[in-house]
């Protein structure tokens, strides 16, 4: 038998590699970029043509590259940081793998034009799916300028797996703005399709994250800086009131390098915890530096996950700075343990001889349905006077008041009862205005309901959510989803992530009844709502629309159903809201009236029955 092992071709391993390291535009937008830092550059320019599918070109001013390195930095494990393990302990730059110019000149069109600040000419090199097509000396500006043209033109699966261009713009928009933060004294430039979205200047930190999320934010970032002996921490949070609805501005850099932590993002949340609800995100842009060898950055392709030596220590570090940031420029409340308990400024109570005992005064005799004719007072009940009240009401059981005790916040309307004899104190019936149908509402959150084997309870909220699931899927299937117009239209500010994943959803959210119009770069304008959209802001609104279309789960929905599901989610009434019998009637018919009453859009039960069987069976008796 011959041998069945064998080595994979280079250009084989090379695209291997790149499923790894490059996994959309967006992933060689940061590995070309991060090779621009590393190189010393100051000045850095991206440029892509349709979300980086047809072109992606990172200019920049860095050391450039000699002849010799022009060629060889295609090579896999080739790279200018590592030179013996050790230093894999020691890394302070960006890249350090070697494999990210071999994965994209594997699946691509790579030229590459680089020169020293030294030499005279530099060097063009061209690569065609990690073949050298050709390398010459040529006049080129001192800096380094790689264009990366038609990705993954070799690997059609992979091309087709791509997403929209707005989908992918968001996700190269993404990685700009974190490297962008993680460098304020590096100019930065980003053209998409002919149009510049970011030109930013050195500068510091605070103007940064201002330029990069609007001139609004200057007023809503809080200063955070701890130094200890474990790490330095440094940058800026969100002051409470400004919290979003939506997750994407929240930015952890150790050693300049952007990581994804729950458990530190669980330091920052835990931090806010009694001045910000659960379902709302504060901005966050912080800084830690620490000694590269208590950490271990090599546990991830995309070198975006951290291993700490001590990860409680820092987790208690940053909760507790975070904490004493928020305290020192008053954003948290505080209890004055120096004040005087006494009510200096109140006024002087009245001496206790001057104090009267409240008296009520009432009518014994007053009869609510006497309307000042003879005839009526003898057709309804006899009035008893006060004296024969009390010895009636000492008939009465003793937990009466336990069984049948009213909320004096619920508004409910009590109907009296008519005697249908005047003669017999015990025979009542309901007057003639009494509805046809009643239903009752438990603590709120359900609807009880008569039916003929027994009763069923409805989980309203639910209900409510199913009903307006069904109504948008209808308005975005026939494109005529009413709408009602803004007294005052509100604007609404999003990162640029955002505002470009509204631009692709504007045709399905205008179907839902919404009215946006851009306005300027990074703004919408909301000139109406839905109609079906009562007492809610505009602005929470669209940023849950898009928390949850981001953080769906559910991945057999499109993109339609997505949106269809949270505005039903968000605009549904919510446990606790109080009903009166028509609303509770109105509820029903248009629960009833849906295609899939009994299940709610997340897949529970929305009615319970019971029938009187169980009833009997509960109450340990026949039927």
Known sequence: MSDIIQLLPDSVANQIAAGEVVQRPASAVKE????????????????????????????????????????????????????????????????????AMASIAAISHVELRTRRHEDELGTVVEIEGSEVVQQYPDQAP??????????????????????????????????FQRIALAHPEIFFSLHSDGNELFHLPKETLKQRIVHLFGNSYNQR?????????????????????????TRGEQFFFVNNRFIRDHYLNHAVLNAYEDILPADLF???????????????????????????????????????????SLGR??????????????????????????????TINFNPNFNPFDDGNPRSRSAVSRSYSYPEALERKSSIPQNWDTLYQISEQEEAIQLPLIPEDPAKENSFIQPSDQPKKQFFQLHNRYIVSQIHSGFMLIDQQAAHERILFEQFQQHLKSNQG?????????????????????????????????????????????????????????????????????????????????????LAKNAAIKAGTKLDNQGMEDLIDRLFACESPNISIQGRPVIITYTLQELAERFARNI
């Open 32 to 99: 070309m970029m991060e090779n621009a830092i590393d190189a010393g550059a100051d000045h850095i320019k991206l440029i892509v043509k349709d979300a980086g599918k047809t072109l992606i070109q990172v200019i920049d001013n860095g050391c450039g590259m000699s002849v010799t390195d022009a060629r060889v930095c295609f090579e896999r494990h080739a790279t200018s940081k590592i030179r013996k393990a050790e230093d894999l302990f020691a890394i302070r730059t960006m890249g350090f793998r070697g494999e």
């Open 142 to 175: 001192a800096g380094t300028s790689i264009s990366v043209k038609n990705l993954f033109y070799n690997i059609p699966a992979r091309r087709n797996f791509l997403k929209s261009n707005s989908v992918e713009l968001r996700h190269i928009l993404d990685e």
């Open 221 to 245: 970032l809080v200063p955070v800086e701890e130094t200890t002996t474990i790490i330095t921490i440094k940058g800026y949070i969100g002051k409470p009131e400004f919290a979003k609805k």
């Open 282 to 324: 504060p901005l966050y842009v912080l800084f830690i530096d620490i000694d590269p060898s208590k950490i271990d950055i090599n546990v991830h392709p995309t070198k975006t996950e951290i291993k700490y030596e001590d990860e409680k220590a820092i987790y208690a570090i940053l909760r507790s700075a975070v904490k004493r």
């Open 329 to 358: 420029f008053n954003i948290t409340p505080s209890l004055d343990f120096e004040q005087e308990t006494g009510f200096d400024n109140l006024i002087t109570p009245k001496p206790l001889d001057e104090i009267q005992v409240p």
């Open 482 to 566: 009413s709408s009602q117009q803004s007294l005052f239209p509100q604007t609404v500010e999003l990162n640029a992530a955002d505002f470009a994943l509204i631009q692709d959803m504007l045709p399905e959210i205008h179907s839902l009844g919404f009215q946006l119009r851009p306005f300027g770069k990074s703004t919408f304008v909301v000139d109406g709502i839905p109609a079906d959209l009562d007492n809610v802001n505009e602005g929470q609104i669209i940023e849950q629309l898009l928390e949850d279309f981001k953080n769906q789960s559910d991945l057999r929905l499109n993109k339609r159903e997505k949106l269809a599901k949270s």
